[in-house]
């Protein structure tokens, strides 16, 4: 559904290593605006009318600036500044 979205980098849920913890989404768009279009959607709307009941309080969201990347691709890792176009947002 997220990947349609114009600005849509990418989305991980983390769930906890062990035990019943907190899951955390981590949302990645080009900027806050796409994120808010996409957040203000219908489809999102309705996607979210199915998750809203699994989830024990609410989700308290944060927006942030990713400042360093690291990342590993086949043949070796690498590190680089962002930049600063892109965004992350962050459910706990």
């Known amino acids: 559904m997220y990947e349609k979205f114009e600005g849509f980098i ?3 849920l983390l769930k906890p290593t062990k035990g019943k913890g907190n ?3 981590i949302v990645e768009h080009e900027s806050e605006e796409t994120f808010m279009a996409m957040h203000l959607s219908e489809e999102r ?3 979210w009318e199915k998750v809203e ?3 024990d309080g609410s989700p308290t969201p944060g927006f942030y ?3 360093i ?3 590993k691709n086949d043949e070796t890792w690498k590190q680089e500044l962002t930049p600063p176009h892109r965004k992350v947002r962050y459910d706990p």
């Open 10 to 12: 990418s989305r991980r």
């Open 23 to 25: 899951y955390a989404a």
């Open 45 to 47: 709307q309705k996607a």
């Open 53 to 55: 009941p699994l989830l």
């Open 65 to 67: 600036e990713v400042s």
């Open 69 to 71: 990347t690291s990342e």
